[in-house]
């Protein structure tokens, strides 16, 4: 839909939006009316550079051709139907997805915060049935962030965020432990405990990476206490960080993984994948979904994954990603930069403002957020090369100066 078309001018738009709509987010002060590859549009035809890809979404780029085909193509066909009939993008893209990252079962889902509901369900349902009634506690990570849903968000370690403040008590049931502390979580993991569940990026905790230690070790100690390890892979997943899942980076395998974001190229779709074993415990009944493995969404999925791995964006990922960590290293004010593959932090010292650079670079047509005070993040679309991180470190580069005047 083109602005041009409506009768309606930029501000109208805005008005409508403050009249109508429940706003909980920081609007940019700009109309998104079309994108392509790593550039978002406004109204003008002014290009953005887009280093944030919609939350980490479009990973092969801003309405990639072969999606958009695949969703045109579906929609004629069939656009929704319950989940008693066979539809064929569902079952071609289960087989795709549990080939690729060595799962047995997938079940879909809408988004990743449901995702990880149905994790933390099936998670709980095992041990529960498994080994009795108290054998449903869950160790996540301090500073973590798994969604905006009860379950989800009682599992994000972070009680002073707004995501959890003024909706009373959380769901029973979370314990939490610092990230890259493997002792701390052994520490928390008691006889009730049934699951670890971590990230192994914490995006929205400021960019932090999992070391190898803590990934490997936590896989090993759930083995020896028949334990499940449950990895949020919603932001990382699908060749963010340099392999198709991030969790290949440590060479592990979980009992369930979440995903979302990517995984639809821009359609909503999440899901959950498990082992045979752990999958048994959602029987008929259990758990469910109205639009969960939609037709339209499951065949964008399809599009979008046979991208990414056809033309190895997990590849591209680590190459650029290396990159673009190194130039970023040269910004002033820099503490630390921080990511894998293409999810990247930097840190700036006290003296810059990450919310006052994500403003600056808008200001400059480059598109990033910011975590905290201090830190701002960028998850560009997989497909960017070098030259785009260069217009990028220089436009951050701007900001950062103009911030010291």
């Not at 092969?60 to 085909?69: I, L, P, T, Y």
């Not at 029973?172 to 569940?197: H, P, R, S, V």
């Not at 198709?244 to 995903?259: A, H, R």
Request: charged share 25%; glycine share 10%; proline share 3%.
């Amino acid at each position: 839909m083109k602005l041009k078309d409506t009768g309606l001018t930029f501000q109208d738009i805005k008005d409508k939006v403050d009249k109508y709509m429940i706003e909980t987010y920081e609007r940019f002060d700009f109309l998104a009316e079309t994108a392509k590859d790593q550039y978002m549009y406004d109204e003008n035809g002014t290009p953005y550079l887009d280093f944030y890809a919609g939350i980490a979404v479009n990973s092969a780029g801003n309405c990639n051709e072969k999606v958009v085909a695949a969703v045109k193509d579906q929609v004629e066909d069939i656009m929704h139907t319950f989940n008693y009939p066979y539809t064929i993008p569902q079952a071609l893209l289960a087989e795709k997805i549990c080939t690729t990252i060595g799962m047995d079962k997938i079940f879909y889902q809408n988004s990743g915060t449901e995702a990880n509901e149905a994790m933390i369900k099936m998670a709980r349902k095992y041990g529960v049935e498994k080994y009795g009634s108290k054998r449903y506690n869950i160790v996540t990570a301090s500073m973590g962030f798994h969604g905006r849903t009860f379950g989800a968000m009682s599992a994000t370690g972070q009680p002073d965020n707004g995501c959890q403040i003024g909706f009373g008590p959380m769901t029973d049931g979370f314990t939490y432990a610092e990230y890259n502390n493997l002792q701390a979580f052994k520490d928390a993991c008691t006889e009730d405990t049934i699951a670890i569940m971590v990230e192994p990026v914490q995006g929205e905790g400021g960019v932090h990476p999992a070391t190898m230690e803590f990934m490997r070790g936590l896989r090993e100690f759930c083995d020896e206490h028949e334990m499940l390890l449950l990895i949020d892979e919603v932001q990382t997943g699908w060749c963010r960080t340099g392999k198709v899942m991030s969790f290949m980076n440590y060479g592990i395998k979980p009992d369930i993984v979440s995903m979302a974001k990517a995984l639809g190229g821009g359609m909503p779709i999440g899901a959950i994948c498990a082992t045979a074993e752990v999958a048994k415990a959602f029987t008929p009944g259990s758990h469910g979904t109205t639009f969960g493995g939609h037709p339209v969404c499951c065949a964008a999925a399809l599009a979008e994954v046979n991208e990414l791995l056809d033309r190895d964006l997990a590849g591209n990922a680590a190459k650029i990603g290396t990159y673009f960590m190194e130039q970023l290293k040269t910004l002033p004010h820099v503490k630390e930069v921080r990511g894998q593959g293409l999810l990247v932090g930097v840190e700036f010292d006290d003296t810059i403002s990450g919310v006052d650079v994500k403003h600056e670079c808008l200001h400059r047509h480059l598109l990033i957020t910011a975590i905290g005070a201090h830190i701002i993040r960028m998850i560009p679309p997989l497909i960017i090369n070098e030259e785009d991180c260069d217009k990028a470190v220089a436009i951050i580069r701007e900001a950062v100066e103009a911030l010291e005047k």
